[in-house]
């Protein structure tokens, strides 16, 4: 944007904290996670080891959660609304037998949170039966939809995954290791998919591989997860990352691989190293923790500040921010802490966020904060709100001055490919200065960083996605490609018949 910067200084204590037109505050100020995925072959107790993996990738959907399992004949499956401990509380697990599992936690980026769209999805078609768990968005489901429909198509849910399923039933390929490549060929955007199909566990992950998916091994057993914490809490080992374009399938026979998609530019989506992903996962080859690290050395070399303390956003910002404290000397305090049982609350949870706000998640430490110079350090500003709060919150614990500090450059643009995020026109970047943004959150000092940083601080800069920082996108988009874009497309193909 012209004329914005990355880093905005001012006295921010005594700043009129209007001066601009502030979005209104809404429940999910953050990038939202999309989804996390698991499956396995050849463990006895397949459906506990896939509740384990889904627990470690809880922070990738906390909407729903899915397990179906195999013993290469019969499925067994069983989904619901919630966290993976609510959806699997008592027996659910019992009646899931076989060795063959997949698992799927759900943060819906198209479609709405209802039952029906609960991965995975599980579909009887003329070729047997198939189970599907996806992580990412089509760009073009919308068109492939409405395509289908005209051709008589009729669709059970408003996710785009099963515009995948649609796809695979329909492909002229006999056998689901053809079908799925020749159903994928016409699919634009964002997927790594586990599939469930007859006794073959099978993998995928789109040509540009924007979201991750690895594969390790536990005994005789293989696995496949979004992230390899999901290896480690079941005590697998970490093989390797599926390569951009590559199918495994997995069966009696062991592990096979094939290059199913034709290669375009690699585009990993840079956002899972900067906020999605667990610091303690290997995404894109490299440990997350230590990428954040480099950010926050990088960040404090651009922007150094005159402070006491530093202090994290926790969690998504610990790494960070020990990065800064290391690079700039400053030390590291754990002035704000966060409540880590706040997800789903059964009292009136829209009331309770209109209520608390930023209270229910953080809450500061006065001992620590009274009377320090501060340095805040976050790894992304979505909208602005849930920061300007937490500033607030900092400064009635007695913070003398704050400078913000935030671990990624100023987000203007939407993501496409599996993340949430607000139409642009909320995003404070998209229309707003540093300077503005700095006087709408009332700090002393605000630093962003540059784009520059960013790239030196990834491997392979090149083959990633910065999008939602730059607004290149690898691959087009429908003007109304957002999470309910499906359920329009469903609500016309109604009103028209
Ligand atoms: S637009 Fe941003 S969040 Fe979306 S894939 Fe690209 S880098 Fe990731």
């Not at 459906?47 to 906390?62: I, K, N, P, W």
Request: glycine letters at 10%; one cysteine or more; proline letters at 4%.
């Amino acid at each position: 944007m012209e004329g914005r910067r990355d880093v905005s200084h001012g006295r921010g204590a005594g700043l009129r904290r209007g001066g601009l037109t502030a979005p209104a505050l809404r429940s999910g100020d953050r990038l939202r996670e999309e989804c996390g995925i698991f499956g396995i072959w050849g463990a006895e107790n397949a459906a506990r080891l896939t509740y384990a993996g889904l627990y470690s990738l809880q922070h990738r959907g906390q909407e729903s959660a899915g397990i179906v399992t195999s013993d290469g004949a019969e499925f067994h499956y069983h989904r619901g609304l919630g966290l993976v401990s609510d959806v699997f509380s008592g027996t659910a697990l019992e009646p899931l037998m076989g060795h063959i599992a997949i698992g799927h936690n759900r943060y819906s980026t198209t479609g709405s949170s209802l039952l029906q769209n609960a991965q995975p999805l599980v579909v009887n078609y003329h070729h047997g039966k198939l189970a599907l768990g996806h992580n990412g968005n089509l760009v073009n489901a919308v068109p492939l939809r409405q395509d289908m429909e005209r051709r008589g198509s009729i669709f059970q849910t408003t996710s785009d995954s099963e515009v995948i399923l649609h796809l695979i039933a329909r492909a002229k390929a006999r056998d689901v290791e053809e079908a799925i490549p020749e159903a994928l060929s016409v699919c634009q955007g964002a997927y790594s998919l586990v599939l469930l199909a007859g006794d073959r566990l099978i993998g995928i992950r789109d040509p540009r591989g924007f979201r991750p998916l690895c594969l390790g091994r536990r005994g005789d057993a293989h696995i496949l997860a979004s992230e390899t914490c999901a290896l480690d809490i079941v005590g697998a080992e970490f093989l390797r990352e599926i390569e951009p374009g590559e199918m495994v399938i997995i069966d009696g026979k062991g592990v096979r691989s094939r290059r199913a998609l034709a290669p375009l530019p690699t585009r990993f989506c840079v956002f899972e190293l900067i906020y999605f992903s667990r610091p303690d996962s290997v995404v894109f080859g490299t440990s997350v923790d230590l990428i954040r690290r480099r950010l926050g050395r990088r960040l404090a070399e651009e922007h150094p500040a005159d402070a006491d303390i530093v202090i994290s956003v926790p969690d998504s910002s610990n790494s960070a921010a020990l990065g800064f404290s290391e690079a700039s000397g400053i030390p590291f305090e754990l002035g704000l802490i966060r409540n880590h049982y706040v997800g789903r609350t059964f009292i009136a949870p829209v009331q309770m966020k209109r209520d608390f706000g930023v209270n229910l998640k953080f809450n500061a430490v006065r001992r620590i904060l009274n009377g320090q110079r501060v340095v805040v350090v976050d790894d992304s500003i979505v909208r602005g709100t849930t920061s300007r709060s937490l500033v607030t919150m900092l400064r009635d614990a007695g913070a003398r001055e704050i400078h913000f500090r935030v671990s990624s450059p100023p987000i203007g643009w939407s993501c496409y490919y599996g993340i949430d995020t607000p139409n642009r026109r909320e995003l404070i970047a998209s229309s707003h200065t540093v300077a503005e943004i700095q006087r709408y959150l009332g700090v002393e000092s605000l630093g962003y960083l540059s784009m520059e940083g960013l790239r030196s601080c990834v491997d392979r800069p090149d083959d990633h996605c910065f999008a939602c920082f730059n607004g290149d996108y690898a691959e087009r988009y429908g003007e109304e490609m957002d999470k309910l874009a499906m359920e329009r497309a469903a609500a016309r193909a109604v009103s028209r018949s």
